[in-house]
């Protein structure tokens, strides 16, 4: 068996064709009408059946193209990769669930792949809009052929910030006092409810910063590769890699009095 990773580009063209037919069928299960099929950590982090349902179409998709891969997804976890395999997809069916759930366009498949524990291949596609945000390892980030480069912004007070919450109560009480005390230091805060998303905006220039504590490997996998390949610095706080701590994304100008605004606010702490 030829145990040599496949490239890059070879990756991400699978991640477009299986994204943009899970995105249709995204879409299709939103105008026909959907309901709350469970929730997660809380009452108000809801499942709904199209996220069950996109993610098993994801993964009978890749297993069609790519059979001895791993698969890492939001709603039935991982699954075993042959001894051989090197490749490992993180799948977010349905990346902003609640916008989904209430019809609200900010809301994304996300699909990355993995080579040997590094992320080389994602890609990010609106449900509602068609948007497509994608990235290689070492060859940029791109949305309709144009190449993204990220915010030229250097001063803290002038950056818009995107953030997010969790749904534990404690975790959101501790993160919106957090935001009360950045709010008078930055241009103003947005919460929109979609990190993987949120993290192609700050990439495209469409904001500057981004932040949040809590995320998993499917919220920021394709996202943050986007990010990053933009030209984004992309970290935790005191020195930290991005994880569920904290991920911050910010062009390399604004991440350290970012940074150091968090770190000063306990942004990575509380519950």
């Keep these: 068996m030829d145990r040599s990773a496949p490239q ?27 309901s709350v099929a469970a929730t997660k950590s809380t009452a108000t982090d809801v499942v709904t059946a199209a996220d069950r349902a996109v993610e098993r179409q ?10 001895d891969d791993a698969v890492l997804g939001e709603e039935y976890g991982a699954t075993e990769r042959a001894p051989t395999a090197r490749v ?3 799948v977010d069916p349905i990346d902003g669930t609640v916008n989904y759930l209430y019809g609200l366009a900010h809301c994304a ?14 890609v990010v596609r609106n449900i509602h809009t068609g948007e497509e945000w994608t990235a290689t390892a070492g060859g940029g980030a791109w949305r309709d052929g144009r190449r993204l480069r990220g915010s030229a912004e250097t001063e803290l007070g002038q950056t818009l910030v995107i953030t997010g919450f969790g749904y534990d109560p404690a975790r959101r009480a501790h993160q919106a006092r957090v935001v009360t005390e950045l709010i008078a230091h930055v241009r103003d805060i947005r919460r929109l409810g979609a990190a ?3 993290l192609c ?27 990053t390949e933009a030209g984004l610095r992309i970290g935790g706080i005191d020195g930290q890699g ?8 910010a062009p390399p100008d604004l991440f350290a009095p970012l940074h150091d605004r968090l770190a000063a606010l306990d942004a990575s702490g509380g519950p």
């Design 8 to 34: 890059p580009g070879q990756l991400l063209e699978i991640a477009i064709d299986v994204a943009r037919e899970a995105a249709a069928t995204a879409h299709r299960m939103r105008v026909e009408g959907v």
């Design 201 to 227: 905006l700050v990439a495209e220039g469409r904001a500057d910063a981004f932040y949040e504590k809590g995320l998993a490997d499917w919220d920021r996998a394709a996202g943050g590769l986007v990010a």
């Design 88 to 90: 490992r997809w993180i």
């Design 109 to 122: 498949v996300s699909i990355a792949a993995e080579v040997d524990g590094e992320v080389v291949a994602g």
């Design 242 to 249: 991005p994880g569920p701590d904290m991920v911050i994304a």
């Design 58 to 67: 994801i993964i009978e998709a890749l297993r069609r193209r790519r059979p």
């Design 196 to 198: 993987a998303v949120d």
